[in-house]
């Protein structure tokens, strides 16, 4: 529920628009275990991806929360998802992940890119603190 109501296409996952984001949900919820499986793999590289968070993740939180408090997926699936939704609260921005690897520093282009990345890594956490209410 309220799934479509989010413009996906216009959000940014690891790879770009985040339009396969609801499909992965979605076979989550109700596919077979192989989909299942392959579409959490999927959510993993895309709205949580080596430790980085995105655009997408935040409005991601609230539909991996309700799936892992369901009884709609089984089990090891919901503790899948509550390992995930963990990893997002507990993500970080590529920049600030990848900083000390960059020789010489940040340039005050990459500081600024830097501060609207993290502007992507607080919503998920206040996202999930409202699901979890």
């Known amino acids: 529920e309220g799934i479509d109501t989010i413009d996906w296409a216009q959000l940014e996952h690891a790879y770009g628009p985040a339009a396969d984001v609801p499909g992965q949900l979605r076979d989550v919820a109700v596919g077979s275990p192989r989909q299942r499986n392959k579409a959490m793999s999927e959510l993993w590289g895309n709205i949580h991806h080596q430790g980085t968070v995105y655009p997408a993740s935040a409005p991601a939180v609230p539909f991996l929360a309700r799936l892992a408090t369901s009884g709609a997926v089984?089990?090891?699936?919901r503790g899948q998802l509550v390992a995930l939704i963990s990893a997002i609260a507990s993500g970080s921005s590529y920049l600030e992940v990848h900083e000390p690897m960059i020789r010489g520093g940040l340039s005050e282009e990459e500081r600024q890119e830097m501060e609207k990345e993290l502007g992507w890594v607080r919503p998920p956490r206040r996202k999930l603190a409202?699901?979890?209410?």
């Open 74 to 77: 089984p089990e090891g699936d």
């Open 130 to 133: 409202h699901a979890l209410r």
